[in-house]
């Protein structure tokens, strides 16, 4: 299966793009994973800390009244009970503010709550009473309470540690997860990388190589265009010469040969004077020929600034106007329906449908009155069923000559277009063939179809197929 | 005298290359009895040579002063396009009736011989009755029918 350069270059950029992004998504839920791995982590050693503080402080406070107890030295008692509370509610305000989204600890912090009151009212008492009394007591149930407070202390650490532990197995994952991801992402980017420049280097190679070719087709097609002007104008040139130089000679033979009947005429035996004759004709004939094949060759004569756009309802007036006189004469009945306008050559167009009319005229039946139907319609190139596949969006349109004459044998519908093909012997009907050929090469130069269908002693169609557009292609 | 002679007759100077054409065209003057004389010329140099009077034209009895000019346009040396444009170019010649006489109808010669200064164009008869009424209508038209410009020299 071969899959096109647009296809693997479109499918690379696809790979590249969606590795791309999913490595960004990775890295961006790594980032956040590591964020709030720090952040907890500092929430943690926050937690301790404050609580640490509290404990301390709460330690502090009993061994200053210990130390009170023991030697009545009011310097034990500095700084006071109310200031080392005050300092122990700040942390544990802050405690509970930092807390504040995990309801265990809120719940561990109440408890802690009610243990630290306790615990106030227990260094109240002890530093208001008379000194010796019941000393030994209040020591026990304070270092009861003091060992409480330091299991709900040492629950919450336990449960910051625990969440702490869980966020770094998380992290642990991830990382452990990133490393081979990213080791595969940029093997796999380097390789599409690599496979990239492969491809479009070769790419490029070939683009240029199709472009030095397609540059050297271009040189050549301009030079057979050339050579095909050149051949042209040849052409142009030997038809010239054909019609001059050619005719020269033959005009003589026609000069000196009338000048001899009638100078010497009367003194020329009879069958001298029919040879003469015939020469005469036969030269008149070879004028006529070389004078159709120079109409021929210039009749597909082209140039694009004689296109325009033309009326061919008018201009089949125009050319009915013409056979006005033999239509009168002989009877005949010519109808046309509705005419479109068309781009073309008028001139070349108006000797097209004077070819097709004077050759229904010719080829009448002489036992039935001739008639000639002229229609025109619309298609698309598809509709017509014979261009190129890339007209089939065109334009065109059939005209149809039908004529009720002597007609022809179908297997003759190719020859008839030929130059100097004739159906018939000279002396049957007049003419060198040349009218249909020329039909045939007006029709190709307007980038048109003609085709013709004939029945033998019933009539002939000629199918004409002319685009509404013609190409610029000169 | 002489004078009296080139107003009597009326030259016709034809320039062309074709020694049949020239001989036929003669045949067919002489026999039809026109007054009309014919001059020839082979090329158009000798054509504007002789016009202008110069090389061996010098002589003004020998070779007097046409009325009209038939032109042959396919010639050696000089055709008769250029001819015709040097005399249209020539403020003593420019006057002078051309009819260009040729062989085909070659539509741009036709356009382009009218553009630059003929008078007439006609495609040489093909049979010699032809001829013999090409000459008499020549006659006819441009010695008897059509004012001629009157000669400059």
């Not at chain 1, 301009?222 to 095909?228: K, R, S, T, W």
């Not at chain 1, 007036?317 to 781009?343: A, N, R």
């Not at chain 1, 069923?385 to 890339?390: A, D």
């Not at chain 2, 009819?99 to 630059?116: A, L, M, W």
């Amino acid at each position: 299966m071969h899959i096109s350069v647009h296809r693997k270059i479109r499918i690379g950029f696809f790979v590249a793009f969606t590795i791309l992004v999913a490595a960004t998504i990775c890295s961006y839920l790594i980032e956040q994973n590591l964020v709030a791995n720090a952040l907890h982590l500092n929430h943690t050693i926050q937690v301790s800390r404050k609580l640490e503080v509290i404990t301390k402080q709460l330690k502090d406070a009993e061994a200053a009244i210990r130390g009170f107890d023991l030697t009545k030295d009011s310097t034990f008692l500095q700084p006071s009970m109310d200031e080392r509370i005050k300092k122990i509610n700040n942390e544990y305000k802050q405690l509970r503010t930092i807390t504040r989204d995990n309801p265990s600890q809120q719940k561990n912090l109440d408890t802690l709550k009610v243990l630290l009151d306790i615990k106030y009212r227990q260094f109240k008492a002890d530093h208001l009473k008379a000194p010796g009394q019941s000393a030994k007591i209040s020591v026990n149930a304070g270092e009861t309470y003091m060992t409480l407070i330091d299991r709900k202390v040492n629950d919450m650490v336990h449960i910051e540690e625990k969440i702490t532990a869980e966020k770094s197995r998380l992290f642990h994952f991830f990382s452990s997860l990133w490393v081979p991801f990213i080791f595969i992402v940029s093997i796999l980017a380097i390789f599409i990388g690599v496979y990239s420049y492969i491809v479009l280097t070769k790419e490029f190679r070939l683009q240029l190589y199709i472009e030095a070719r397609m540059r050297n087709y271009q040189r050549e097609l301009q030079e057979n265009i050339n050579l095909l002007h050149k051949y042209n104008q040849d052409l142009e040139q030997f038809a010239y010469v054909a019609s001059h130089d050619l005719q020269e000679p033959l005009r003589k033979i026609s000069t000196f040969s009338d000048r001899l009947i009638m100078k010497y005429g009367d003194n020329l035996p009879e069958d001298a004077q029919q040879l003469v004759n015939r020469m005469v004709a036969a030269v008149a004939r070879m004028r006529i020929l070389i004078q159709d094949l120079l109409v021929f060759s210039r009749s597909g004569r082209m140039t694009p600034d004689s296109m325009e756009q033309v009326d061919l309802g008018a201009l089949l007036q125009e050319v009915l106007s013409d056979f006005e006189v033999s239509v009168e004469e002989k009877g005949i009945d010519i109808t046309y329906t509705e005419m479109p306008t068309i781009e073309g050559s008028k001139s070349a167009l108006q000797q097209l449908f004077q070819n097709l009319i004077s050759n229904a005229i010719k080829f009448a039946d002489p036992n039935r009155p001739l008639q000639v139907r002229i229609s025109a319609e619309t298609l698309t190139g598809q509709q017509t069923g014979i261009v190129k596949e890339e007209l089939k969006d065109e334009l065109f349109c059939r005209i149809t000559v039908e004529d009720n004459g002597i007609g022809f044998e179908q297997a003759y519908a190719e020859r008839i277009f030929l130059i100097f093909q004739r159906l018939h012997g000279v002396s049957e009907y007049q003419g060198t063939g040349i009218g249909l050929a020329i039909c045939k090469k007006i029709i190709s130069a307007h980038h048109g179809y003609i085709s013709a269908y004939g029945y033998q002693g019933k009539g002939a169609v000629f199918v004409v197929m002319l685009p509404f557009k013609q190409t610029k292609d000169e | 005298m002489n004078k009296q002679l080139t107003d009597e007759k009326r030259y016709i100077l034809v320039a062309d290359d074709d020694a049949d054409d020239r001989d036929m065209l003669l045949a067919a003057f002489t026999e039809s009895n026109l007054p009309q004389q014919l001059i020839f010329v082979e090329n158009g140099e000798e054509l504007m040579l002789y016009l202008r009077r110069k090389g061996k034209y010098r002589d003004e009895i020998a070779f007097p002063h046409p009325k009209l000019i038939l032109l042959d346009l396919n010639m050696p040396k000089k055709d008769g396009r250029e001819a015709l444009e040097e005399i249209r170019a020539d403020k003593h010649l420019k006057g002078l009736p051309i009819i260009v006489v040729t062989t085909s109808k070659e539509e741009r010669d036709v356009e382009r011989c009218y553009e630059i200064g003929a008078n007439s164009f006609i495609i040489k008869p093909v049979t010699f009755s032809a001829l013999l009424e090409f000459c008499s209508i020549i006659s006819q038209y441009w010695f008897n029918l059509v004012e001629m410009p009157p000669l400059n020299d």
